[in-house]
Every structure is written in structure tokens, then in C-alpha cells.
């Protein structure tokens, strides 16, 4: 049995990220000892590595959840695991290209810049007016990412 911070050492995820897992679900309560300390075992260790490398490949916690509850029933055929993969690949690669015309507008920018003052400064003058982009890069949701 793992305490909680040996869980987390092992899994490569802080404390109150684990806590917050439990919370939500992801991870089942855990035992507790005597002292009322969290105990953890094998099979929690193999969920939180699951969910970090889930979360590190760019999962929301719905389609981890999702993920989790096929994983929990073996028997069943993948479809619905790789449709939940097949769409987070689309959302990868709309960022990828998202990426990419920011890139381009960036280095636009940074070469256009004379290097000389601030108030002659082409990055602050296109991040001031966002007509002058040469691309469109507007962020998905709208504004600000929030």
C-alpha cells in the first residue's frame, strides 16, 4: 500500500491533484489506515499513471473519464475508445494549425521590428490593432481562452 505521497512520486502527479481526482471521481476513495492516512494501492497507481498520461496526450477529464469507465469493462469492442482518440486527434491538429499561422504572424512581426524605439515598435503597433495581422489567428473561444 502507497500513502499519498508516494502515489503521487510513483505517478509523477502533485498531492492536491490526486485529492482533486478523488472528488471527482477518477480515482476511488481511497482506504485509510488506522490514522486515518490514505492507503493506495496497485490498481490506483495504474489509474493515475493512466489519467497523467491521458492529460499529458491532451484528454479533457470527460473523455478521461469516458476512457476510464471502457477500460473498466475489457470484454467490449474499441470503437468507442478510438473515436474518443480519433477526436481528440482533430482537436490536436486544429491547434497544430493554429500554431502554425501564429508562428507566421509572429515571425512576421518580429522582423518587421526596426529594433529602434518602443513608439516605432511594429510587434506593440500589430498586437495594438489586430487588422494589421497578416493572418488570421483569432483564439477559438473567442477572446482571451477563458
Known sequence: MLTIG????????????????????????????????????????????????????????????????????PDQPCAAADAIAKAQLAEIEKRLTRLASLKVELKRMVAQCAGGRIADCRVIEVLGDHSLCATDHDHPQGGDGQ
Open 6 to 73: 508516494k502515489l503521487g512520486r510513483a505517478a509523477g502527479v502533485k498531492i492536491p491533484t490526486i485529492r482533486y481526482y478523488e472528488q471527482i471521481g477518477l480515482l476511488p476513495e481511497a482506504e485509510r489506515s488506522t490514522g486515518n492516512q490514505r492507503l493506495y494501492g496497485r490498481k490506483a497507481l495504474d489509474r493515475l499513471t493512466f489519467i497523467r498520461h491521458a492529460r499529458e496526450l491532451g484528454f479533457t477529464l470527460e473523455a478521461i473519464r469516458d476512457l476510464l469507465s471502457l477500460s473498466d469493462t
